[in-house]
């Protein structure tokens, strides 16, 4: 199987499940939902941890949103939690947009894997909660777009090269035509910071699992190509070998450096490995680098709840210690 290491950082796979006889969390007051995490709690028994978010303090829960671990809206609600299996490499969500959002995570380019994973926890977890379904629609979601399968198979990729050429604009706008959405790093609303994007399916309802998996399988291998054939483009430019260069110098030797700096200076130096530029830094010690260069993974990882006043210090700090 050819790798796509070079393009793809990680791929998700989300199944969205409600449980039959409640409201939708956002119909939900907050005596309802914790009634609905108890029930929850209550059927899964003991084989799953089950960490509720009212019991993390602030960091942790930030951190998670930094790390994709769980979403931005999951903090808006209260009586949520989350659900880890750690055999399975699989997160649930509760009580966030719907009372359930399992959630699949692979490093590169593995939805085989991540989709075996998911349907396992899936399977016990309808074994043993009843969920809200129709046989003309499917799963029942709070979000219509989501009906039916209730799937969202979604694959980051680093794109620095279509991006620096000026081609991203026509290739979102090929695969759009095919039913994928594009987004940013953190999701819907967000921008492509350090030439990173999200793409996932679109359609949910009237569509197999599996015609999913291979819509986005394809439309991945393609995207893929068009990036190689622009690192080989700009292979011919001496600009950008110094471009990636100055990136490597700033990050070994910068007292300071904001977030939005720091996720181009690493994309540079991803790409610049990817276009044998770099030959001394490995492709997963960057991306490491790029996971955890959010504020709160910082204060998490090093323990220090250290004021925003000095987050540019302590990130510029954080890269030039695990470059």
């Known amino acids: 199987m050819e790798n796509y290491d070079d393009v793809v950082l990680t791929t998700r796979i989300r199944l969205a499940r409600n449980v039959k006889g409640y409201n939708f969390t956002n119909n939900m007051i907050d005596k309802q939902k914790q009634e609905l995490l108890d029930y929850i709690k209550n059927k899964l028994g003991s ?13 942790t829960k930030k951190s998670l949103v930094e790390t994709h671990i769980i979403s931005k809206e999951l903090l808006l609600n209260n009586n949520t939690a989350i659900i880890v299996d750690d055999k399975n490499n699989v997160t649930t969500m509760i009580n966030e947009e719907d009372h359930f959002r399992i959630q699949a ?12 994973n998911i349907k396992k926890v ?21 979000c219509p777009t989501c009906l039916g399968t209730g799937m969202r198979v979604s694959v980051m990729l680093h794109l620095p090269a279509l991006e620096k050429i000026g081609a991203l604009e026509k290739i979102f706008n090929e695969i759009s035509g095919l039913g994928i959405s594009v987004r940013g790093i953190y999701g819907e609303n967000t921008s492509g910071e350090g030439a990173i994007f999200q793409i996932s399916n679109q ?5 197999e699992e599996n015609q999913i998996i291979e819509q986005v399988k394809q439309v991945t291998r393609y995207i893929v190509k068009q990036e190689r054939k622009a ?39 991803r790409l610049g490995i990817n276009m044998e530029i770099i030959n001394e830094i490995s492709i997963d010690k960057i991306d490491n680098i790029i996971e955890n260069i959010g504020i709160n993974t910082l ?22 210690n695990n470059i």
């Not at 995570?105 to 894997?113: Q, R, S, V, Y």
């Not at 899936?122 to 709070?142: H, L, N, P, R």
């Not at 700009?234 to 720091?262: F, H, P, V």
């Open 231 to 269: 690192r080989e483009i700009l292979k011919a430019k001496i600009e950008i070998k110094d471009e990636i260069m100055r990136s490597l110098g700033i990050a070994k030797y910068s007292i300071l450096m904001t977030k939005k700096e720091a996720m181009q200076i690493l994309s540079n130096i």
């Open 122 to 142: 899936d399977e016990d977890f309808s074994a043993k909660v009843e969920y809200a379904y129709s046989e003309d629609y499917g799963y029942i979601t709070a």
């Open 299 to 320: 204060r998490k990882n090093l323990k220090d709840n250290f004021p925003r006043e000095e987050e540019n210090i302590r990130r510029a700090d954080y890269i030039k």
């Open 47 to 59: 084989g799953y941890k089950i960490l509720e978010l009212n019991n993390m303090d602030d960091v």
């Open 105 to 116: 995570l692979e490093k590169a380019f593995n939805i085989d894997k991540a989709y075996e």
């Open 203 to 207: 359609k949910t309802l009237g569509i």
